[in-house]
């Protein structure tokens, strides 16, 4: 006698529709900008791959041909000197988590590392970012007293870990003018406000940015800051302080780089 019951293999019809609807999911996903599990899983295990590396001492192994150390300034503030260098990436992709080392030569070429120790964040380790034959700004801060006399260099390794990314996820930051009185306040103690809208459907952890005043190359006052988390399609405003002087005691307006630091 045949059973009342239905069973639990789908008729083929329902298999067909099913499955249709699945791609048509998936392909709205991909248009509206859908994140995947696996994307959150790729970008949290980036994050903490970095948190672990940070825990060793810089390697910058063989010198990365693609890109060309253009200059490296020294801004030297009250306690404090910023060395900035400035980067182009001479390759036709993007170049990502690049390890470099900033330092000092002395009397007779002996080099001081600045920035080879253990301990410090990634990113004072190592440039987030530089798009396709573009040219960034990084900067490394330290203690005046720890920064010897000497003529600034800089080395850049091969990237750590290759990115597929075919660009760079689209970034826009601009000081603002929310004080009434100016987007920075200069002299000692000086800062610049700023505000980065991520026009991209990849949001950012750990952002970086870097502030400079004055012209390329004679750099009056030069910072960097981070900013936690900025979602996608979201902004976010950040206070940079400064190392230097612009304005009445130095010259320059101040501009600013957000640097990516997550790329898919």
């Known amino acids: 006698m045949a059973s009342g019951r239905?069973?639990?293999?789908?008729?083929?019809?329902?298999?067909?529709?099913?499955?249709?609807?699945?791609?048509?999911?998936?392909a709205a996903c991909a248009l509206s900008g859908c994140v995947s599990t696996q994307q959150k899983n790729a970008r949290a295990k980036l994050t903490a791959e970095r948190e672990l590396a940070s825990r060793e001492p810089l390697h910058v192994g063989a010198s990365e041909r693609r890109v060309t150390v253009e200059r490296v300034a020294l801004v030297r503030g009250s306690g404090e000197t910023a060395l900035v260098v400035t980067l182009r990436n001479r390759a036709a992709t993007p170049l990502t988590d690049l390890p470099i080392a900033i330092g000092i030569s002395g009397a007779g070429?002996?080099?001081t590392v600045l920035n080879g120790r253990r301990g410090l964040g990634w990113f004072e380790t190592h440039v987030p970012s530089v798009g396709a034959g573009a040219r960034v700004?990084?900067?490394f801060s330290a203690r005046a007293r720890a920064v010897p006399p000497g003529r600034p260099w800089a080395r850049v390794g091969a990237p750590t870990r290759l990115s597929s990314a075919a660009s760079l996820p689209r970034l826009v930051a601009t000081v603002t003018t929310g004080d009434g009185k100016g987007s920075a306040r200069g002299g000692r103690g000086a800062v610049a406000?700023?505000?980065v809208r991520n026009d991209s459907d990849v949001p950012q952890r750990d952002l970086q940015l870097v502030a400079l005043a004055g012209a390329s190359g004679r750099w009056t006052a030069a910072g960097r800051a981070r900013i936690a988390e900025l979602g996608a399609r979201a902004q976010a405003r950040a206070t940079v302080p400064l190392t230097g002087r612009f304005g009445a005691g130095g010259s320059g307006a101040v501009t600013v780089q957000a640097l990516p630091t997550i790329f898919e």
């Open 6 to 26: 239905r069973s639990g293999i789908p008729r083929r019809g329902a298999a067909r529709a099913g499955a249709a609807g699945g791609c048509l999911l998936a």
């Open 193 to 195: 406000r700023v505000v």
């Open 109 to 111: 070429g002996r080099r």
């Open 137 to 139: 700004e990084w900067v």
